[in-house]
């Protein structure tokens, strides 16, 4: 894999791998700093790379695995892993509603099961591929899918239970789905 | 998108099947509209969370152009100390080798003639004739009658 494939190919995936990142580092200037280094580790190994058969999951695994270490050597917090929550991230242009809103919804996926809240972030916060979602948690697509319908129709009610939302399609819906 | 097929796509993204370009395409609509409701303020909140820096991919990019420009000059270096190292090596063995071929040639030359002083010698020494007696023979002196 040459300059320009990599700068093609593998810089692009930042985009995915950052969100995920701060969750587990929590600061954005850590979240950076690993980054970065991620990328220079995946640089020396580009030659691997072209041999591994799903890229992508490798890629996440790496990320994932480099922001363990990096935790174990900041000795930031024990890495119980599957207690990662989600960090809140202040929204911008918002007022005090959205904020509100914001925090409620942060809260309802926080009290999802583990499994929930972790399939419900990689797809709609991260925005992985049921692909690499398969390979980061080892469900099956069907069981990730079920997983997600589960976790969103969950936000939704929690919402709908809080706001007085005007009654239209959207709960319609909602309802058939249930 | 009509409504009907707004209805659709949330029913799909409610069932954890749609595709990730239904789901982009179903946060514009429904970011973009003026009605309130609960997958508003959903997708408000995921594209909050999972926001990146602007510059992300440029400073990434030019993070790694640095460093790999870098380890080309630190392995410039190495390959150039090695050169030196190596020319030095090459210079130090030739001025070795031109020595001991001068030490040798000149041990050869000794040997060649001490060689040919020895033959000098043989020629030129008396042959012990049998009527002959040695009277005296010494350090110095050898006397010798016929």
């Known amino acids: 894999m040459n300059t320009e494939e990599f700068k093609n190919r593998v810089i692009p995936f930042a985009?995915?791998?950052?969100?995920?990142?701060?969750?587990?580092?929590?600061?954005?200037?850590?979240?950076?700093?690993?980054?970065?280094?991620?990328?220079?580790?995946?640089w020396n190994k580009r030659g691997e790379l072209e041999t591994v058969r799903n890229v992508d999951a490798y890629i996440v695994t790496m990320a994932k695995n480099h922001c363990l270490d990096t935790l174990k050597k900041k000795k930031i917090l024990s890495l119980d892993?599957?207690?990662?929550?989600?960090?809140?991230?202040?929204?911008?242009?918002?007022?005090?509603?959205?904020?509100?809103?914001?925090?409620?919804?942060?809260?309802?996926?926080?009290?999802?099961?583990?499994?929930?809240?972790?399939?419900?972030?990689?797809?709609?916060?991260?925005?992985f591929s049921f692909t690499e979602i398969t390979a980061l948690t080892g469900m099956e697509e069907p069981h990730l899918r079920v997983i997600l319908s589960r976790s969103r129709m969950k936000v939704r009610e929690e919402l709908v239970k809080i706001y007085n939302y005007e009654q239209g399609t959207t709960r319609k819906i909602t309802q058939e789905v249930l | 998108m009509s409504k009907v097929q707004q209805e659709?796509?949330?029913?799909?993204?409610?069932?954890?099947?749609?595709?990730?370009?239904?789901?982009?395409?179903?946060?514009?609509?429904?970011?973009?509209?003026?009605?309130?409701?609960?997958?508003?303020?959903?997708?408000?909140?995921?594209?909050?969370?999972?926001?990146?820096?602007?510059?992300?991919?440029?400073?990434?990019?030019?993070?790694?152009?640095?460093?790999?420009?870098?380890?080309?000059?630190?392995?410039?270096?190495?390959?150039?100390?090695?050169?030196?190292?190596?020319?030095?090596l090459i210079i130090f063995s030739i001025t070795h080798w031109i020595k001991e071929t001068k030490s040798r040639k000149m041990e050869d030359n000794f040997f060649l003639m001490e060689q040919a002083l020895f033959q000098v010698s043989e020629t030129l020494k008396p042959e012990i004739q049998e009527d002959m007696v040695v009277l005296w023979v010494d350090n110095n002196v050898e006397i010798i009658i016929n």
């Open chain 1, 15 to 42: 985009g995915k791998l950052y969100p995920m990142m701060r969750q587990f580092l929590k600061g954005d200037e850590d979240t950076k700093d690993a980054l970065q280094d991620l990328m220079l580790k995946l």
């Open chain 2, 8 to 88: 659709k796509l949330l029913r799909k993204f409610y069932n954890g099947e749609t595709t990730a370009e239904e789901e982009i395409r179903l946060k514009q609509e429904i970011g973009n509209s003026d009605e309130c409701s609960p997958e508003k303020d959903y997708f408000g909140y995921t594209a909050a969370q999972g926001a990146i820096p602007h510059s992300l991919e440029q400073d990434i990019t030019q993070f790694l152009d640095k460093n790999i420009r870098e380890k080309k000059l630190t392995m410039r270096r190495i390959l150039s100390l090695v050169s030196v190292a190596a020319s030095l």
């Open chain 1, 81 to 127: 892993e599957t207690n990662l929550k989600i960090p809140e991230v202040p929204a911008p242009d918002t007022g005090v509603e959205n904020r509100e809103k914001i925090e409620r919804i942060h809260k309802v996926i926080d009290s999802l099961p583990e499994k929930y809240r972790e399939v419900i972030r990689y797809r709609d916060i991260d925005g």
